[in-house]
């Protein structure tokens, strides 16, 4: 695994991991220390595994295989080379290809953050994190399971109607329930709607009703601690290759809230 490791970070230039080249190098490829940003991780720890010392956790090889935009079967090969079961084998898929990463590079002045089908988030852009508060990449845990947070109480910077949560509610199910049978030997899954069902009265009337209603547009107030309240149009795109959601925040052009967005985003306000 280190020597692959070590092969693919030579052979993934600063342009295709999306960073700058920065001046004069010594290699082409990235230098652990830039992919080692770009994972979350540390350059020795990058060194380490490149030396074959240890083996990454889950997260930190999906993180990997993000940054060094590795196609479908590079990032199952990948898999199998740090004992793991690669995408196909029932479980929801997490992996960003290079198409989705390249979309989410260009479109860096619209907040962004791409979810599997579990509703997990597994990534967003920099105008994403900045318009919501958060950091560069998702933790680990419930909290960045979007219909964790939903049902489960966790308090969010979205501000919806009661109709409109009662229908991005009942979407959301829906999307789980598909996922349940479309990914049955996710554990993590089953755990998942298993917790909720526990835990949320509401969860467990609409997992048992069967409904099967879906929303994918829809208008939300962000409440942003610098700028206030921000009305935007929530779209949701669905992205075939990994099974993923892109989630998109855009407010009309000219409009009051379109410039809050562009500031709470760090972006100029749009012409």
């Known amino acids: 695994m280190g020597s692959v490791l070590r092969f693919w970070r030579d052979n993934t230039t600063p342009e295709a991991a999306g960073i700058s080249r920065g001046g004069q190098r010594r290699v082409p490829g990235l230098r652990r220390e830039e992919l080692g940003l770009l994972a979350g991780v540390s350059a020795d720890y990058i060194r380490r595994l490149e030396q074959g010392h240890g083996r990454p956790s889950r997260e930190v090889l999906e993180a990997l295989a993000r940054a060094l935009r590795l196609s479908r079967e590079d990032y199952e090969y990948f898999c199998v080379l740090a004992g793991y079961s690669p995408?196909?084998?029932?479980?929801?898929?997490?992996?960003?290809?290079?198409?989705?990463?390249?979309?989410?590079?260009?479109l860096t002045d619209i907040p962004i953050c791409v979810c599997d089908a579990a509703w997990t988030v597994i990534l967003w852009n920099g105008a994403w994190a900045s318009v919501m508060g958060c950091g560069p990449a998702p933790g680990p845990?419930?909290?960045?399971?979007?219909?964790?947070?939903?049902?489960?109480?966790?308090?969010?910077?979205?501000?919806?109607?009661?109709?409109?949560?009662?229908?991005?509610?009942?979407?959301?199910?829906?999307?789980?329930?598909?996922?349940?049978?479309?990914?049955?030997?996710?554990?993590?899954?089953?755990?998942?709607?298993?917790?909720?069902?526990?835990?949320?009265?509401?969860?467990?009337?609409?997992?048992?009703?069967?409904?099967?209603?879906?929303?994918?547009?829809?208008?939300?107030?962000?409440?942003?601690?610098?700028?206030?309240?921000?009305?935007?149009?929530?779209?949701?795109?669905?992205?075939?290759?990994?099974?993923?959601?892109?989630?998109?925040?855009?407010?009309?052009?000219?409009?009051?809230?379109?410039?809050?967005?562009a500031a709470a985003g760090g972006q100029r306000p749009p012409v």
């Open 141 to 261: 845990g419930r909290d960045r399971n979007v219909a964790w947070r939903l049902f489960a109480g966790v308090p969010g910077a979205f501000f919806r109607s009661s109709g409109q949560t009662a229908r991005f509610e009942a979407t959301v199910v829906a999307d789980l329930r598909t996922a349940v049978a479309k990914y049955p030997a996710d554990v993590g899954l089953s755990s998942l709607v298993a917790d909720l069902t526990a835990c949320s009265r509401r969860f467990r009337s609409l997992w048992l009703n069967g409904d099967t209603t879906s929303i994918r547009a829809e208008q939300v107030v962000l409440r942003h601690r610098d700028v206030g309240e921000i009305g935007v149009d929530l779209d949701t795109m669905a992205f075939d290759d990994g099974d993923l959601r892109f989630i998109f925040f855009t407010a009309a052009p000219g409009t009051a809230d379109a410039i809050r967005l």
């Open 87 to 106: 995408v196909g084998d029932g479980s929801v898929p997490q992996h960003v290809g290079p198409g989705a990463q390249r979309l989410l590079g260009r």
